[in-house]
């Protein structure tokens, strides 16, 4: 089964950029809608946004849309999360997952995703 590592994460002021990468090992991304979800201390994990198998459709949750950018290299089995103008709200782990039915619209529950990663975590600061 694919596994999913991300890397990127780390500490930056308000206002900064963050580039986040998802690389898959053990099978190819290409066949799978590729996703991030992120969890803050004391919440619950949400969805925040995802990419269709041929980068055709994406999507994501409203409080990112404008600010960060998905992109995937199904070449180099990579996914991306490209988070500009962050916000200290945007603290969280970050995680990327893959599902596996490659759904379009692209799918927003975690449920629907069979493949998780370790987690990322990103910390804003005002």
């Known amino acids: 089964q694919v596994q999913l590592v991300e890397s990127g994460g780390g500490f930056v002021q308000a206002g900064g950029s963050l580039r986040l990468s998802c690389a898959a090992s053990?099978?190819?991304?290409?066949?799978?809608?590729m996703s991030w979800f992120r969890q803050a201390p004391g919440k619950e994990r949400e969805f925040v946004g995802g990419?269709?198998?041929?980068?055709?459709?994406?999507k994501y949750v409203d409080s990112v849309k404008g600010r960060f950018d998905i992109s995937r290299d199904n070449a180099r089995n990579t996914m991306f999360l490209q988070m500009n103008n962050l916000k200290p709200e945007d603290s969280a782990v970050y995680y990327c997952?893959?599902?596996?039915?490659?759904?379009?619209?692209?799918?927003?529950?975690?449920?629907?995703?069979?493949?998780w990663g370790q987690g990322t975590q990103v910390s804003v600061s005002t």
């Open positions: 053990g099978g190819s991304i290409g066949s799978y809608t």
């Open positions: 997952a893959a599902d596996f039915e490659a759904y379009i619209p692209v799918r927003q529950r975690e449920y629907e995703y069979e493949a």
């Open positions: 990419i269709s198998r041929r980068s055709v459709t994406t």
